[in-house]
Structures are given as structure tokens and as C-alpha cells.
């Protein structure tokens, strides 16, 4: 038996209160970077254990800090004058049955080339200094990492999602995977480091939208201006399509055309100078930082996907949220809690809150209980890079 709660809530949901807000922060902002990261640290460290061991052993890598570097962004630039600092830290198992683990040089790799395979405009030798130390895990953490059956919890702690997204919500999230997917094909002077805060005041929307544009692509203060205005009929144009709702769009709104000061970058990130990063600072495991929800303040990022629950619990939440608010439900919280070294299938506690008809409790609990019991999928998904973490 699980501890499986299930409650219905009497009260308004978000997408019809009078006020919400709601932010993203873009592949590009330096505590994505490091999320990044620190999950493909993860991701490298999984699949060669599992290569060459045949299971993934103990480690948490959800320690990476960027330190900016130095720039002179001025139109046409392609030069950076510091590399930007970047620490891979936490832990790592480096022996197996005697047999050495190069997780330096694996957690090494697996970054640079996420680094790569993400941004355009960064050179992973001239224009980053590496550095790694990963040590080993305490005695005790490995040790209930390697007991049979189950996974036995890595922490006590608790993971949170809701679901469904209000339209705010999905907008903040759909606008900035808009502008780092489709629109750099028409607009490559968009940078990557973007951030959207959407607010709504009744059925107004106004998402408030910051974009580092690249240097090289802009010819002046004119060019910055017209593709500022570009990008800004673009984003229009995307979100018409998915509400009929106003929405406001205001773009870099710290620019002064008196100074002719605007948010431009080498590398189109603010990396390069302007900003320091940490894992765990940004976007929860849904994708979004919610203020007006229920948040871990766990990193998911980076953590093993083992039977780290501040990794698996989040990521299980929103799976089982989505679930119950396909089912029907207006909306729904979910809320799972560990203790240290127990079953991570059967949580101290598994709370789930509905907003919507009580005819739905037995199919909430069926859907809550199915996930808990095949909670061990989370590791695959995370090994194979088939989930999002940040």
C-alpha cells in the first residue's frame, strides 16, 4: 500500500483569479547554462557506467558555476577579451572493482559538448576556461545508492508539480522556445539568452521579454532597432496563434535610443560579461519559476536519476499531474515526499489536490499509484536525454 492522498480543493483556480505571474529563463541566461551542464555531466557519467559497468553508479553533479568573463560589445564584434570561467563540481564514483573512472575527463567531455551542440557563438577553447573537481561520495550515500530491489532514497525531500498550464503559463514557456527554435532561422541576430516574465491583470497579457542580440549581426544602432521591431512582429504573430486573448510584447526594455544602450553580446549570451550562473536558480523542472504555484527549490538539474528524489519526485509530479488533468481535472497539485533510505515507490507521503468533479478521486489515485509503481522509467528517460530537467 501507498500513501496516496487525494483531495479536492474549493477554491478558484489560477487562470481565473485577477492576477498571476509567471517566468522563463532561455537556454541562453547563465544559470540555464550551468543547469545545462550539469545535466549533461549527468547524462555522460550515466550512459558510460552503464556501458562499461552495466548500471549506472553514484554521483550528483548538480554543482556548476559560470563565472562571466570580459567583452566589448560594440556592433560587428566578434571579439571577446576574458573567457568565461566554468567550475564541474559535486560527485562522482571513479572506481569499480578496482578499475579507475575517468570521471574528470567524461564530465569534461559530455560539457563541452553540450556547449557545442547549443550555442553557436561560444569557442569552447579561447572562450571558456574549464575546470572540474569532482570527488567521491560519502560512505553512507553510496551505500544506500547500492542496496537491492527498489532504489532506496538518496534524500529526505520532496518533489512538486501542477498541471495544467494557465495560458499565461504556456505562453511564457511557447515564447521563449519560439524565439530559441524557429525564429533564429529567419532572425539570427536573436541571442540565446533570453528571459520572458508573463503577467496577466484580468485578460490582459503582457509578457515582458529580454534578448541578448549578437554583435556580429548588427550593423548600428538602426539595425538593432528595426530587428528589435522584427523579432517583435514575429513574436505577435506566433502568439495570435494561440489565443485571441490581448497580449502585450515589449522587448529589452532597459534600452535608451537617447544613449543609443542596448542589450547587444558577442556570443549572444550575457555569459560573456554581464552575469554569473548557478545551477538551481532558474526554471523548476517544468520548465517555468511559478510564484503563484507550488515549488521545489531543489536543483534537478545534474542530480543522479537513480534514486535522487529531488530529481525524481519533481519530474514524477508533473508526469502524474499531466495525467490527472487530461483526465479532466480543472487543475491539480502534486506533492511527493521521501525519507532517506526507503523504497522511492512508496514516498512517506504522495498528496495530490484537485480542483475539479469528485468523480475523479479513484482515477487520481490509479494514475498516481501507476507512476509511483513504475517510478524506475524516470531513470531511463533521464540516461537517454528524453526529459526536461530546467
Known amino acids: 500500500m501507498r500513501n496516496i492522498e487525494i483531495d479536492f480543493l474549493d477554491e478558484v483556480p489560477l487562470s481565473e483569479q485577477p492576477v498571476e505571474l509567471v517566468e522563463r529563463k532561455g537556454i541562453g541566461h547563465p544559470d540555464s547554462i550551468c543547469d545545462g551542464l550539469a545535466e549533461a555531466v ?33 556592433y560587428g564584434n566578434t571579439e571577446i577579451l576574458k573567457p568565461i570561467y566554468i567550475l564541474l563540481s559535486g560527485r562522482a564514483t571513479n572506481v569499480f572493482e578496482k578499475e579507475k573512472i575517468p570521471v574528470g575527463e567524461i564530465a569534461l567531455s559530455a560539457a ?6 547549443t550555442f553557436n557563438y561560444i569557442d569552447l577553447e579561447k572562450g571558456v576556461v574549464w575546470d572540474q573537481k569532482l570527488g567521491l561520495g560519502s560512505t553512507d550515500l553510496r551505500d544506500v545508492f547500492g542496496r537491492d530491489g527498489i532504489p532506496k532514497s538518496n534524500d529526505t525531500s520532496f518533489g512538486v508539480s501542477f498541471a495544467p498550464f494557465s495560458l499565461t503559463e504556456q505562453l511564457t514557456y511557447d515564447t521563449e ?17 533570453v528571459k520572458v516574465m508573463g503577467v496577466r491583470f484580468e485578460h490582459e497579457i503582457t509578457l515582458t521579454i529580454a534578448n541578448a542580440f549578437v554583435c556580429r549581426h548588427l550593423e548600428d544602432w538602426s539595425d538593432y532597432e528595426a530587428k528589435k521591431g522584427e523579432m517583435k512582429e514575429k513574436v505577435l504573430d506566433f502568439i495570435s496563434k494561440k489565443t485571441d486573448e490581448k497580449v502585450v510584447v515589449e522587448i529589452n526594455t532597459g534600452d535608451s535610443a537617447e544613449h543609443e544602450s542596448g542589450f ?20 523548476r523542472a517544468n520548465g517555468l519559476i511559478t510564484p503563484y ?7 534537478t538539474a545534474g542530480k543522479n536519476p537513480v534514486n535522487h528524489v529531488g530529481k525524481i519526485y519533481n519530474i514524477l509530479s508533473k508526469k502524474i499531474a499531466d495525467e490527472i488533468a ?59 536525454g528524453k526529459i526536461e530537467t530546467f
Request: with cysteine; net charge negative.
Open 326 to 384: 487530461e483526465a479532466g481535472a480543472k487543475q491539480v497539485y502534486v506533492r511527493l515526499m521521501s525519507q532517506i533510505g526507503k523504497p522511492i515507490d512508496k514516498p512517506l507521503c504522495a498528496s495530490v489536490q484537485v480542483i475539479g468533479d469528485k468523480s475523479a478521486e479513484a482515477e487520481a489515485k490509479r494514475i498516481t499509484d501507476h507512476w509511483l509503481e513504475n517510478v524506475t522509467q524516470v531513470t531511463d528517460w533521464c540516461a537517454q
Open 177 to 193: 522556445k519560439f524565439i530559441n527554435g524557429d525564429l533564429k532561422k529567419t532572425l539570427p541576430a536573436s541571442g540565446t539568452d
Open 42 to 74: 549527468s547524462c555522460g557519467l550515466s550512459n558510460y557506467y552503464l556501458e562499461n559497468v552495466g548500471h549506472i553508479l553514484h554521483h550528483n553533479t548538480d554543482q556548476v558555476e559560470l563565472v562571466g568573463g570580459l567583452s566589448d560589445p560594440s
Open 293 to 299: 504555484r507550488p515549488m521545489s527549490l531543489e536543483a
Open 112 to 117: 563541452k559538448e553540450y556547449l557545442s551542440d
Open 264 to 283: 547587444i553580446c558577442v556570443t549572444g549570451t550575457s555569459a560573456e560579461m554581464g552575469d554569473d550562473g548557478s545551477v538551481g536558480r532558474g526554471n
